[in-house]
């Protein structure tokens, strides 16, 4: 995994070498708010579920230290690729997709240390993604 983040990491830079009269290589679709997908799910919630995996979030951030500086850092390897899109390859983006899919899978279990309670909501979530998949 550090390896993906190190060659991440540097593909601003590898961005900026890029021959710019190649042909564009054809990007995933990338959102523009919802970078971490962690609350794209949410609608099936009601206000007050939402409103507890909000709160579990900032303390499971709060006390891991390490999966806030991950989710920061990612955000800023997210902004980067999808800033040069147009550069990206798909390798890079599956690449980024895999890491906020680790970063995320840490972030749950930190949120039910948090709040075993959030079990409930984590299987209603679940559900509604099998009728909302995104490609791999």
């Known amino acids: 995994m550090m390896a993906l983040a190190i060659s991440i990491a540097s593909a601003p830079a590898t961005f900026a070498n890029a021959d710019t009269n190649a ?3 054809p990007a995933a679709p990338v959102g523009s708010t919802d970078w971490i997908g962690h609350h794209h799910n949410h609608a099936n919630l009601t ?7 909000k709160s579990a979030e900032k303390q499971a ?4 230290p390490s999966l806030k500086t991950q989710k920061h ?5 997210f902004e980067a690729l999808a800033a040069n899109k147009a550069t990206a390859t798909p390798d890079q983006f599956k690449a ?3 890491q906020r899919k680790a970063l995320h899978q840490q972030l749950r279990d930190a949120e039910l240390k948090v709040d075993p309670t959030l079990a409930p909501i984590f299987a ?3 559900a ?3 009728g909302h998949h995104h490609s791999s």
């Open 23 to 25: 042909a564009p290589t």
């Open 73 to 77: 850092e990612l955000k800023k390897q």
């Open 47 to 53: 206000d007050a579920e939402r409103s507890q995996l």
């Open 124 to 126: 209603k979530i679940d």
């Open 61 to 64: 951030l709060a006390a891991n």
């Open 128 to 130: 509604a993604k099998h």
């Open 96 to 98: 980024l997709h895999q």
